[in-house]
């Protein structure tokens, strides 16, 4: 069985429609996709539909922007009730902050001589209410500005170039704390991508483990090379926590992230129905 438990759908910044998403998985021999949108359940359903059309399995899924001492986190969410009250709570304030922002990246940009519309943004990202720099990214690119979002990111609208603005994020004790609420595993997202501002510390991860009940963290990451992976799975086993392995793919917005390029064990996806059973979550949406 092949498990690919990180995904991204045009409900964010993916560019595969939910449908097209999961055509995409049977293609490549995947059984299993989470569908982790940033910050939004919307693609959930149509995936799940496509899902039951072709028999593949679609989880619940969810990657929530959040920061942990000083740090810009991202935490997988598994087998959520996309109807939990205050979860969507937060999700409506991440989705505004997100859309707030994006004027202020146009005005940074227009003063290094690229100027953009709102309405440019908008016409690559008809679908989705978790607007991010990958759409004003692509954005450029539409325009001639840059050659694809890579260069985007490096040289304008990455952490510390001129562009960056950053938006609202969830403090990660809360957003572990709302995943469980809402019947869900929470799984940390590449904890430790090297060279950029976002790596946590072994200690740190301990911390959230042995604190605040960590369910899992994913270690095969395409972002994580060999020595961070040795590094998360045994840090993953001596804390007892399911260890993922995730593709992160995003269609064509980013390269080397092909589906079902990273996978997880059945082993670690069975604790984690596991854990979502225990906690009332729903692994499914249909
Ligand atoms: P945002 O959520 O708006 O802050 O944008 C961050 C998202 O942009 C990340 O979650 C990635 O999906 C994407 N991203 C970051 N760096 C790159 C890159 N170099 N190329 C393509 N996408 C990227
Ligand atoms: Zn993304
Ligand atoms: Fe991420
Ligand atoms: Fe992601």
Known sequence: MRIDLHTHSTFSDGTDTPTR??????EANV??????????FDGLTEASAAGQRVGVHVLCGIELSTSFEGAKVHLLGYGCKTYHRALNQELSTLQASRQQRIPKVLTALAELGMPLSIEDVQAQSAMTKALGRPH????????GYVADRMEAFERF??????????????????????????????????AMIAGR??????????????EKNLD??????????????????E?????????????DYHGTGKVNHDLGCETTRETAYRRLLEVISARGGRASVL
């Open 21 to 26: 998403l999961v055509l995409n998985a049977q």
């Open 157 to 190: 609208l990455g952490n510390g170039r001129p562009a960056y603005v950053s938006h609202y994020t969830i403090e990660l004790d809360r957003a572990i704390d709302l995943v469980h609420d809402a019947g869900g595993a929470a799984v940390l997202a590449h």
């Open 31 to 40: 059984d299993v996709i989470a569908v982790t949108d940033h910050d939004t």
């Open 235 to 247: 840090l993953g086993a001596r804390l007892g926590l399911i260890r993922t392995g995730s593709s």
């Open 136 to 143: 004003v990214a692509d954005a450029m690119v539409a325009k």
């Open 216 to 233: 899992g963290i994913e270690v095969d990451h395409p972002d994580h090379d060999a020595h961070t992976r040795d590094l998360l799975s």
């Open 197 to 210: 501002g976002t790596i946590l510390t072994s200690e740190q991860i301990e911390q959230l483990g042995v």
